[in-house]
Each structure stands twice: as C-alpha cells, then as structure tokens.
C-alpha cells in the first residue's frame, strides 16, 4: 500500500520549502543538496510503492495506479504534470532537473526491461492479438473469445501516446462477425461497414486487378494496422488521383478509425527533423502531396518502411544519446508516382482513384457522419482480427513462397484466402493470381512519369538502335542525349546513369530487355538491351 500523496507532499514541502533554521528545528538536514537528495529518494520510493517502473529503448517509464505508462523525459507533459501535481514539483523549480535524472537513472538501474506496444500487437508464439481500448486497458482477440485486461497482462504493455482517442466495444460475450466477405462475386457480397466508410462514392481507375480484387489487398492491408506484428514488413500504402478523387478523404477516414479524431493527414515538413518526430512519436502517418520532397526526407521514408531507428537526446538518462525505432505505417497522398526504383515502388501497395461521379459532399460532413461509427467499426474489426487469427491457426503448418519484396503480406493473404474459399487450393490459386498481377503493377509503376524510360523508348524507336548491342554507360549518354528535354538528374554523369539501371535492374530487364554485363578488360559494366515486343509507353 503506497503512502497517502498528502503525507509525501508535506515531507517534500519541509524540504525543499522552508529555509535551513526551519529545517534544524525539525530535525532535518540544513543542506540544500542533502534536502534534494531525500526528495529525490522520496519520490522514487512512492513511485514504486505506487506502481512499476520499466526500462525500454534507453527511456524509463512509470506505471502507477492507471495503468498508462509515462515516459521519463525532460519535455514529457505527462511526467511533467505527475511531477508538478503528485509531487510540487514545477517545471521552473531548479531542483525539477536533477529528480528527473534521479528517477531516470534508477529506472534504468532498477527497471523491468520490457518491449512497450504501441496501438495492437500480434503475438506470433500464442497466435493472440492485443490492441489498446480504453486507457489503461488492452483486448485480449483469440480466435474464440475476447476478454479486456488490465495493462500489463499476458506481460504485454502499451503506451498511450497524447492524443490517443480511447474507444469501448460492445458485449464482450458476441463475438462479432467478419469485416468483410471474400466473395468474387460483387454481386452477392454484402456491402459491410468498410466499404460504407471507405468506398461509398469512391471511383477506382482501371487496372489488371478487378475492384473487388483491389479492395481485398486494401482490407487485408488494414488488417495488418490492426494486427501489429503480423508480418515484419511495413507497406508504403500510396494512394494516386487527381484533386476531388477522394484520396486524401480516404487517408484521413483510415487514419481516423485507426487512431481518433483528432487524426488529420499533414504536408511534408521542410525540416526534416519535424518528419523525424512524427516518425518515431506516431502510429499512423499520411504525407499529402510530396512533390517538394528533399532526398533527406525521401530518404527518412524509405528508413521508416524498412524499419530504421532515430538517435535522440534525453536528459533524463544516463545516455548521451538513444535510439528511438520508426514505428509508424504510412500512407501517402500524391498527383503521380513519386518513387522510379524497384526498392520503393516494390513496397508499394498503389492505388489510383479516378474522379468522383456526380459531384463532391461536404468533407467536414462526411468525415462527421463516419467518425461518429468509429466504435462500431473497430467492434466489427475485433470479429475480422479473430476470423484472422483463425485463417492463420488453420494454415500454421503452411510452407508456400512467392516472388515478392512484400513476402510476408503476400503469404498472410494467401492464408486469409485459403481459409475463406470453400477449397483452400482454390482460395490460394485465386490469392496468387491477384499477387502476380500486383506485382506486375508495382514493376509497371516504375516506369510511370519516368525520363528514363521515355528516352530508352525513343532510342528504341529510332533506325539507329541496335538491339543486343552492348554499351557503355558513357556510350548509352551519348545515345540518350539527342532524346531527352531538361536536364534529367541522371544525364550529369554515366555514374548515375550507370546506378539507376542497376538499382532497377529487374524491371528494365522485364520491360526493355536489359542485360548487364562486366568487361573484365575495361573493368566496367556493359548494357544491352532486347526488348521483348512493344513497349507499354
């Protein structure tokens, strides 16, 4: 049983705000720093009492009768207002530095050591998914039941970042029913919640893949926002169309399901370190229009996607420096393609939207009408999470590969598909179908608005090209030169030239016949090209 606060407030008050006679005839030390000392012990003492306290990503955390951690940091408003309400402790008060350093150290002296979850997390071993509801409380989604638990049970411990938007779902003993059905047939599929927030008026262009086709990548892409952890790779959802599609709208309903109202889609920052912030402090990010996007920024997105870490001071450790993990997902919004290389365009998941028919609503209406059934959206996700956790309990001896970047979303599909068709073999059939066609698209997508490509096409085009000739990167500019208008990034050196056909070496290959070659002489690289049949230009 922790010390009633009114007693720790009086013992703090008797030290740190009385003067040094005061202090003698209570019987207390006259030291300032002797005084700092013992308010310091006190505080970490009722800390304790009160709760736990963790250690993670070189940060501590405290954890008291709520159960929503706090974050140990100098500019943490949660650990500010604890300090200044529980314990007097003002932000101008000159002590307040060294009692955070006090708390931040013993954390790490004394701490649990635990990994904090952020929104929801799939706990591959137990096939369990936890996902945070009210504050202080997390759901327990198997694929039988859902039970709530305090924060912290099953050792699973989330963070509530500020902001966070709390939700309650329904009658814990009805489980409800899957988001949506994996008919192929529009026809008889029955219009769910999703497609009423997310589709209703929305217009796809057209594509390999059917509507139905691209509806599924996209549920099953949300699926994993809900299903942290599920598989490892973090798609870059990106969403194509000129202003008045819906793109934007579509962005920000997502991000508002996912994390609250107060979500809103934001501008690439000009400052980096802005971007930066948001990567490591969100959940959930859409970038709308990147078409003022800086190499630092461009390369803070591709970091993010494939997991990089930040380094970041903290006052209240006894490191000079910690790494804080990209956590978020992301999506952006944008005009035209803005990525021309197989390694960002291959964690794509790309979807263009065509002009809406019959003209725009009100977005502040529409937004107000479906954020209104958030809770009965995230209740109706609980009953697809659990339809998932099934999918996967079925196929967990399944051993299947694919040719894609994104294996781990592409094998979670196949699953999800196998476990919805009447016959798994046909389910998977289907789902691979739909990927070969995807990734197809994701190759296309490189080529989209890109110079290179149409230079290599009017080359082709002309009577001086040779096919099965190989040339030199220096040879292949000269060539290129009487083709292209500007000045294209790439035509400054054969270097740059040379590095954006390597780094895209698969798809130029599929599309214009590349062959890359090394002189082993000359000790450089030699291309040639043999385009299959006409060119998709």
């Known amino acids: 049983m922790a010390k009633p606060i009114e007693e720790v407030q009086t013992e703090i008050r008797a030290l740190l705000f009385t003067t040094a006679k005061e202090r003698s005839d209570l019987g207390l030390p006259t030291s300032g720093r002797e005084c700092l000392r013992e308010v310091c012990h006190i505080i970490w003492d009722h800390l304790k009492e009160r709760g736990r306290v963790f250690f993670a990503n070189g940060q501590g955390y405290v954890m008291c009768e709520d159960n929503i951690p706090i974050v140990v940091s100098h500019d943490g408003v949660a650990f500010s207002y604890l300090l200044e309400t529980d314990y007097l402790i003002s932000p101008g008060l000159k002590e307040r530095r060294d009692i955070g350093l006090h708390v ?84 008889i599929a029955e219009t769910s919640i999703f497609d009423e927030l997310f589709f209703e008026g929305m217009r796809l262009n057209e594509s390999t893949l059917t509507l139905h086709e691209r509806k599924l990548l996209i549920k099953v892409y949300i699926v994993t926002l809900f299903m942290r952890g599920v598989i490892h790779e973090r798609l870059l959802f990106l969403l194509l169309g000129k202003t008045g599609s819906g793109k ?118 529409l937004l107000r009408e479906v954020t209104a059934r958030r809770s009965e959206f995230l209740w109706e996700m609980v009953g697809t999470i659990s339809d998932v956790l099934e999918a996967l309990d079925e196929n967990k001896d399944y051993n299947g590969t694919v040719h894609m970047r994104l294996a781990g979303f592409a094998i979670l599909f196949i699953k999800i598909m196998r476990h919805e068709a009447r016959i798994p073999n046909e389910g998977e059939a289907l789902a691979r179908s739909i990927l070969d066609r995807w990734k197809m698209e994701q190759e296309s997508s490189i080529f989209a608005n890109d110079d290179l490509a149409e230079e290599l096409q009017k080359w082709m085009e002309t009577e001086g090209f040779r096919a099965g000739q190989p040339y030199t990167a220096g040879d292949l500019l000269q060539k290129l030169a009487l083709h292209w208008r500007g000045r294209p990034y790439w035509s400054d050196s054969s270097l740059r030239l040379g590095l954006k056909l390597k780094v895209s070496e698969g798809s130029f290959e599929r599309v214009f016949g590349l062959v890359i070659t090394t002189d082993s002489h000359a000790k450089t690289n030699l291309y040639a090209f043999n385009p299959p049949g006409i060119l998709p230009f």
């Open 104 to 187: 931040g150290m013993m954390c790490e002296t004394e701490g649990r050591r635990v990994q904090f979850r952020v929104g929801s997390h799939h706990d591959t071993a137990s096939n369990i998914v936890y996902t945070a509801e009210k504050r202080g409380w997390i759901l327990r989604i198997t694929k039988e039941s859902v039970t709530r638990v305090e924060n912290g049970g099953d050792d699973q411990f989330f963070l509530f970042p500020d902001g966070y938007e709390e939700w309650e779902i329904g009658d814990l003993n009805s489980m409800p029913g899957t988001l949506f059905p994996f008919e192929p047939d529009e026809a």
């Open 248 to 365: 934007t709208y579509l962005a920000r309903v997502l991000g508002k399901m996912l994390i609250g109202f107060s979500f809103d889609v934001v501008g690439l920052d000009e400052d980096p370190k802005e971007l930066e912030n948001k990567l490591v402090n969100n959940v959930f990010v859409a970038l709308d229009d990147p078409s003022g996007l800086t190499a630092k920024s461009l390369s803070l997105i591709k970091r993010a996607v494939t997991g990089g870490k930040m380094q970041r001071r903290n006052l209240y450790t006894t490191a000079q420096q910690i790494e804080m993990p990209y956590i978020p997902d992301i999506a952006m919004t944008t005009v035209s393609q803005p990525f021309h290389n197989e390694e960002e365009t291959n964690r794509q998941l790309c979807i263009t939207l065509a002009q809406r028919e019959g003209g725009n609503r009100s977005e502040r209406e």
